[in-house]
């Protein structure tokens, strides 16, 4: 299959056609600096936009960082870069990266592994985000592919462990193909986008998500342990904030997914538990285990420290919230409140649905709830600008939503 095929027109009806293999062939991987500098050169000597994707080892482990850069451009080629080995080396590919725009799919994913390697966009296209705003209700990258160029990608290794080392043949080809198409399906979209008028809104978004700084660490990461509200003490909270945090150091010494250092439901049944003894422990589901039985000390000493703690060191069982409380209690707590966030969104629901687009990027829910908890004293429509302005929205989004929120506001319960 030749790369004109690529941007062939989609085939209604026809059944999608299989797309196994990149068009030409699936390269060796780049992992030693002289491989990096001829690959950095044949990318110069490309021209246009080019498609950029990782591959990262979610699950397996603790540091999110790629463990495989692809790269497609036209004049190119398609590359696979480990990073890993030619790490120190990455100045020429990064001087390469930032001559011209990114495609990228669901960019908020790799965007942050990207920058940890020094590899920043000068601008971007998400063509993931731009599926949204063109109004489809599936976005996924093999979707979207199959119902705009026509074509069926071969998937199934996404959630593999990309640190291993050999990678596979099967899982290189995998890889390859994620880019293999961005390029044509970043000219569809924009074209249907600047067809609706959604080209600058677009534009927008990608620049938002080019240029969101990183999230701040969570205060008490550890109440996301999934399970916890079964834990209705102040003192099992500690245990499961003791066993949380141990789990963690030794995940990160180890560079292990923490949940495979172990797992979070074996924590909570610790907790109600409350083993007292090694054998005690032992006879838990997991603590039984091999691996697990060489840390029994490591998991008795952290619920031992939590029975010591004084009242005083306690955690709070209450979860503290910066922000307004959920939703399902606004009409105990303020009438008025759950009165304008109702008539916000049917209003929002409205917008959206006139625009086909998704109501949660038309504007975040999260501004809206916050919008109606704490609004302007004077909710005229300059006022709510501002907030909108202030909480984050995109120009597109105040223009399109001001009106509406503004009637909303005067809402009473």
Not at 49 to 71: C, F, H, K, M, N
Not at 283 to 312: C, E, I, Y
Request: a negative charge; one cysteine or more.
């Amino acid at each position: 299959m030749d790369n004109a095929a690529h941007g062939s027109e989609a085939a209604g009806d026809a059944a999608p056609l299989p797309l196994t293999e990149p068009a030409d062939g699936t390269p060796d991987v780049v992992d030693d600096p002289d491989a990096l500098r001829d690959a950095c050169e044949r990318l110069a000597g490309g021209h246009g936009a080019l498609a950029v994707d990782t591959e990262r080892a979610s699950g397996y482990r603790y540091w999110p960082r790629a463990y495989l850069v692809q790269i497609k451009r036209e004049g190119a080629g398609t590359f696979l870069i480990d990073p890993i080995p030619v790490r120190d080396h990455l100045a020429p590919l990064a001087e390469v990266l930032n001559s011209d725009e990114w495609i990228l799919h669901a960019a908020s994913q790799d965007l942050p592994c990207l920058a940890e390697l020094g590899l920043h966009p000068p601008s971007l296209f998400d063509t993931e985000l731009a599926g949204r705003l063109a109004g489809y209700q599936r976005v996924a990258l093999g979707t979207l592919v199959e119902s705009l160029l026509g074509y069926r990608l071969e998937k199934g290794h996404s959630a593999a462990d990309w640190s291993r080392r050999p990678l596979p043949v099967d899982w290189l080809n995998y890889a390859a193909l994620d880019v293999e198409l961005l390029l044509p399906l970043r000219e569809r979209l924009e074209a249907q986008l600047a067809e609706s008028g959604k080209l600058e809104w677009a534009r927008q978004e990608f620049e938002a998500v080019r240029t969101a700084p990183a999230p701040a660490p969570r205060t008490e990461p550890w109440r996301r342990t999934s399970g916890i509200h079964k834990i209705r003490t102040a003192r099992g909270l500690a245990a499961v904030r003791a066993l949380w945090e141990a789990r963690d150091e030794l995940a990160r010494r180890r560079d292990r997914a923490p949940g495979r250092v172990l797992p979070d439901s074996a924590i909570v049944n610790a907790v109600l538990t409350d083993p007292r003894t090694a054998a005690e422990l032992q006879q838990l589901p997991v603590f039984g285990g091999k691996m697990q039985r060489r840390h029994t000390t490591r998991w008795l000493r952290q619920l031992q420290l939590a029975r010591s703690l004084a009242d005083a060191e306690l955690p709070s069982t209450a979860v503290t919230n910066d922000g307004p409380p959920p939703p399902n209690r606004w009409a105990d707590k303020d009438p008025d409140a759950a009165a304008r966030l109702g008539a916000a969104k049917a209003s929002l629901a409205e917008v959206a649905e006139h625009h086909q687009l998704p109501v949660e990027n038309l504007l975040l829910p999260e501004l809206v709830r916050r919008l109606c908890w704490s609004p302007p004293a004077d909710p005229v429509p300059e006022r709510v600008a501002d907030a909108l302005a202030l909480g984050g929205a995109r120009p597109w989004q105040i223009e399109l939503t001001v009106p509406a929120l503004a009637r909303a506001l005067h809402a009473r319960g």
